[in-house]
């Protein structure tokens, strides 16, 4: 059996199991739409092992998961995830954005965690199915939307420290509200060099659970501090890296005056965000400005802002689109961070929100 080709994740081979009605459950208020709280009436499995390949896609009523306690997933942290978003357009239409591109980081993260990989495709088909079973789900509001976090683990029970024989990939849905329950509010970082997220060589590019676990305790630091989130440095240099769990983008003044957008480059020490690309590939089109992936110190940043030549820092990452940076706490001086005006942070979420919610056209909005 050495000689069984493994098989595909194939969307055809797709099984539905509808929740009866008396099993489908009470949509929340809008208004009460904490993150990741609520899960949609059904999930996507698809289950894996090494002799037999991949088993057909089933969504069924969402459920509690049967695991042998030796599973690797519970031992070894052999997880990783995905998240992303689907949206209700202005036009009742439902979409989905660059889901390509969360597919292409998970399988990419899939081959570093020893996981299998599959068809992006078929697996994109397989999401749509489930979105469109759920489609009540989707919260009517262009404040709020629907997250999807397709999730992949090695169950088979046996503890040695080997790729997994057997795997289960899952997807829950979950309608989540805006980020900025009371508008478009900044955020203080702590800045402290002696905790650090990544490092070369390792996985920080990867969207392992496993890179998220030892942040929290950091994460908890910074708030007893006072301090929203926390500002990720690298090396004796202080290197920005991310901002909690969004990527970084600086808009300032060069030494010639000019004005730059920078960002932090994809050396391994930061998760490729789909929402950074896309700023990106935005910025890059409209011209106005330089568009620079560099690295970038934290004597840099505090040159600038002496120098007043910091127009705006901000977050960037699919729960918040972008979040403003107020200030910067750093060996033991707060750094103010302004922001221009007209505040191009505002202008990224004001297109990316037009492109979400369909009220522009755009090829990165995936009907579903
Ligand atoms: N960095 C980290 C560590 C993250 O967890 C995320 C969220 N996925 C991001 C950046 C932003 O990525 P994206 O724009 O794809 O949501």
Redesign the pocket.
Known sequence: DQNIMPVPVAFSDLEEKICTPDQLRPKPDNSALVFGKYFTDHMLEVSWDSKQGWAKPVISPLHNLQLHPGAKVLHYAIELF???KAYRGEDGCLRLFRPD??MA?MLSTAKRSSLPTFDAEEMIKCIKRLIQIDKEWVPYSTTSSLYIRPTFIATDPSLGVASPNEALLYVLLCPVGPYFTSGFKPISLMADPQYV?SWPGGC?AM?MGA??APTIYIQKQSELLGHQQVLWLYGADHQLT?V????IFLFMLNKNGERELVTPPLDGL?????????LLELAREWKEFRVVERTITMAEVIQAHEEKRLLEIFG????CVVCPVSSISYQGREYNIPRSEPSLSQRFLKTMSDIHYGRVQHPWAVDI
């Open positions: 995905e998240g992303m591109r969360n980081r997220r920080g969207k890179n998220y991310e909690g769990t969004m990527n930061i998760l490729p965000g789909v929402t950074r690309l896309s960037a990452g699919t729960a």
